[in-house]
């Protein structure tokens, strides 16, 4: 047992599976960020060597403006 009364499995790291129906969330891009600091990120993905960066460059660049479609 550990110092709060629980018992610890045995082995130490334990997985865990669960399958979901649906998965719901909100697009979190700074939107209550100055309009500067969001100019500012923007230009930083956008000259990422990260492709996937570059990806969520222009997708947040898109829901600033409303066009972005859901995918």
Known sequence: MDAHGEQQPEGGVVGVRIR?????GTAKLGQHR???DRAG?????GASDDPLARRLGRYAECHAQGMCETE
């Open 20 to 24: 979901l129906d649906t998965l719901e």
């Open 34 to 36: 100055s309009r500067e």
């Open 41 to 45: 990120v923007l230009a930083g993905l």
